[in-house]
């Protein structure tokens, strides 16, 4: 499965024989510093993914052991900690639950973008360097145009019924904060938070195995902060 060593896509190991909760949150300040939380909970399967983890193989796939999967969230950390712009990098997590919680500072969107592609990058061994060539994140002072990584899951168009319920389960949540004042967005589906300084979207995973520009979004921000 595509980007099977990144952090970032850790849930879709097991995206079609388990429930999985993904939250992406991005908080910016007002001059371009921030920082990036992200979560992966598993942990309403966890009994069904340690059955997985115990064979071999899964659907003519090989299954990697737990200790693997520790390596591979490793490695990310070491190469995240190695990129320009990154700083307070923590990473929680629970191999018992499955609950993985990562979090971040970054000096700009710019420097956090460029991480995460280099990771991917070198994890990914320069086999998807196109899905890479994607820009998902662009801030100015007066708004953020911002998407997800291309997450390619294969097999989304042939599906078995069981994997179709199981996606439809899970949820990606995109919630983007900010110092100033949000005047408007342009996903029909998002929500502004009360304080008008926080902008979420949601929806499931199957949804999204289908149509990834569902989480696609630009805020536009009140310079202010204040009301137009």
């Not at 100033?180 to 199957?206: C, E, G, H, P, W």
Request: with cysteine; glycine share 4%; aromatic share 10%.
């Amino acid at each position: 499965m595509k980007y099977l060593f990144s952090f970032f896509t850790l849930g879709l190991l097991f995206a079609f024989t388990s429930c999985i909760e993904i939250i992406d949150d991005l908080a910016i300040n007002e001059d371009g510093t921030g920082t990036f939380k992200y979560t992966v909970n598993i942990s309403s399967s966890k009994v069904k993914l340690n059955s997985y983890l115990a064979l071999d193989s899964l659907d003519g796939k090989r299954v990697p052991s737990l200790d693997e999967i520790k390596g591979y969230v490793d490695d990310v950390i070491t190469s995240l900690k190695k990129q320009e712009g990154i700083s307070n990098l923590t990473i929680e997590s629970n191999y018992t639950n499955f609950i993985f919680k990562l979090k971040l500072d970054f000096n700009s969107v710019e420097n956090l973008q460029s991480a995460i592609k280099a990771v991917a990058q070198e994890n990914s061994k320069k086999r998807y360097l196109e899905a890479l060539s994607h820009n998902w994140l662009n801030h100015t002072k007066e708004s953020l145009v911002r998407s997800i990584p291309k997450m390619n899951i294969q097999r989304a168009k042939n599906l078995s019924a069981e994997e179709i319920k199981l996606l439809k389960e899970g949820t990606y949540t995109s919630i983007t904060r900010f110092a100033n004042d949000v005047a408007r967005f342009d996903n029909s589906n998002a929500i502004l938070a009360k304080n008008k300084k926080a902008v979420m979207v949601r929806t499931d995973m199957y949804s999204l195995s289908q149509k990834m520009q569902l989480l696609d979004n630009t805020i536009y921000l009140n310079k202010s902060g204040g009301e137009n």
